[in-house]
């Protein structure tokens, strides 16, 4: 019998709720001789309050020990904005070497999206997680005053470039299009861009079967206002990334259903699994999120994990869930209720 | 007698077919008593291939001698990524301190978004146009190896960020919702994004009856989608206005429609007016361009210049025209005969 080792944060605000259903629903997709192993972190507002801490050596190394990990989400008011960001969600993708930040853009049957009479949209985003504008790099010089400086760096590699970009080409091998998309800006960003457009052409050598193109970051959010279809596989960098799997999240039916990995391909450190939206503490404590982003997020894990028919079977959960929601509103727990009911029947 | 001295760069492409139409409508609204002197300029990829100029300093020279610049749209595929945007259209922004990047997004009467619903969208965008990650700043090592090393440094000072965000206030003061929002992304940009919310917030003293709020670039583009009838002024950085006005400009009917204005408030320097889309050489002489984005632009140069009820005239004429323009093509001649005859009527 095989055993999932699986480290389980449930963050702040909403974090708690959503990660209860996906645990829920994984524990009923699971083959009955797959035992499931889940240890709880408390990281979060919380715990940076009572001691200052973020995430330790000590975190690190406990959380390394797991298979996988899934998390709701961190963040806070009252926490000044960037300690978690940083501090939490981007070490832990930078300390883990998550390269592959991998996010689907389907509109699931039964979803409307807001594009007037668009009802085919089923591409995925690899956004690239480790480098780019994201390495903190950087700094200030005569802060607070009016004189102030303050620089960002965008650190870009071949070698981090070309494994997320094989990555890419790989999945998009797989899908019956064989469409992959470059997004970037390199008619601006010429040092940056013109490395991503080598390192592009040169791995596409690999895939001849990949049809391949290029789009400016800023054309292509209109594409996806205006054709969402054209799109398979997007690779694209750490930022440009970041941007548009919100829109494709906004595109595809919202927030609520977005979900993510961060991936570390190499199975060096656990991948991440986790939905786009934040903690909404707005809303939170009320069981009025959706967990639906968090259980599709458990998809990916299954899948990554290699439980590609559990995978399958949690979508279909949702797609037929989602087919007969309507407009009545359900709790937090009665979505996760169903959708457990649906993979276990 | 008045006199508007007008630099005109129809450019490749398009371009100069828009700058046609343009130039049409611009004499039509003109009193009879100010005398309109334009002066064409070669730029663009043609002269590049034969000289291997882009904008000289004697170029620069002599545009700076006009009131105002009318650009139609820079660029071609026979040159290189980069070379005439870095070489020509952002050498031009940085040389004359075009620092208030305007870019109007609004739902005109007659035109439906591509959002389901959505009829009431009027927004407008202040790009910061002199920093931020568009300064050329970076390098490469290691070029063309493996081993290569890309960086793309993001310059943001104290001086440039108050004086875009002091134009933005003001400019929300003077709208009847008297609402700015910030879009950045400081969760992650730390160094930029603290100084950008630091000035922000300073400015806005001097504008108590400002309503402000902040948003993270990649939330803004979800309420692009869902809910843009909140936005009155938005003010952001170079990168994330150039990728939220092409969103802006494709929620608002399309790129065909979408205005913007380099402006140097000092007066010290011409500002430049131009359409959002580009040359778009796919379609080139064929007259099938649509020139309202170039005639709106001549809209935001007549009020930059003062004559605020000639702009006014303009936009009322692209208002009736395209509440009138069904589904039927004309040529781009065509639609600059009919808002010409318009404005003049
Ligand atoms: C919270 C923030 C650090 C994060 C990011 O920018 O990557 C989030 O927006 C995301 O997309 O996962
Ligand atoms: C062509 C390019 C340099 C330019 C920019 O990035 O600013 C364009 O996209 C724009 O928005 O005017």
Redo the contacts between chains.
């Keep these: 019998s095989r055993t999932i080792s699986l480290a389980v944060i449930p963050g702040d605000g909403i974090g708690k709720e959503v990660v209860a259903e996906g645990l829920k629903v994984l524990g009923a997709v699971l083959p009955s001789d797959v035992k499931l192993e889940t240890r709880a972190y408390d990281f979060g507002a919380a715990r940076y309050h009572a001691t200052g801490e973020t995430l330790t050596d000590d975190d690190l190394a406990a959380l390394k020990a797991h298979d996988a990990i899934l998390l709701g989400a961190i963040g806070d008011p009252s926490v000044p ?2 300690v978690l ?2 501090g939490f969600l ?1 070490k832990l993708r930078f300390a883990f070497d998550h390269h592959v930040n991998l996010r689907p853009g389907k509109l699931l049957p039964g979803v ?1 999206s ?3 009479g668009k009802d085919d949209i089923d591409f995925v985003v690899v956004r690239e997680g480790t480098e780019g ?2 390495t ?1 790099n ?3 010089l ?1 802060a ?16 981090g470039i ?1 494994r997320v970009v094989r990555d890419a080409y790989t999945r998009a091998q797989a899908r019956p299009r064989r469409k992959l998309t470059l997004v970037h ?11 991503w ?2 390192i592009f052409a040169e791995v596409g050598r690999d895939f001849p079967e990949v049809t391949t193109d290029y789009l400016h ?3 292509a ?2 594409f ?3 054709q969402p279809e054209r799109f398979d596989v997007i690779v694209t960098d750490n ?1 440009f990334g ?6 494709a ?3 595809t039916g ?2 609520g259903l977005a979900a993510s990995g961060n991936i570390n391909p190499s199975g060096d450190f656990p991948s991440m699994f986790e939905p786009v939206h934040g903690s909404a503490p707005d809303i939170a404590g009320q069981g009025k999120a959706d967990p639906t982003a968090t259980v599709l997020s458990v998809a990916l894990l299954l899948q990554h994990l290699g439980y590609d028919q559990e995978a399958a079977r949690v979508e279909a959960a949702v797609a037929a869930d989602l087919a007969e929601r309507g407009t009545g509103t359900r709790s937090t727990s009665a979505v996760g209720d169903a959708l457990a009911a649906r993979v276990a029947g």
Tied chains: 1, 2.
């Design positions: 904005s960037g960001e940083r981007l409307t807001p594009l007037a504008p994201y903190g950087g700094g200030v005569r607070g005053t009016p004189h102030e400086v303050a620089t960002e760096v965008s650190l870009n590699t071949a070698f070309e800006k390199n008619n601006v960003l010429v040092h940056a861009g013109h490395l457009s080598r970051v800023d054309a959010t209109i996806f206002v205006t930022l970041d941007i548009i799997t919100d829109l999240a906004a595109i919202g927030i």
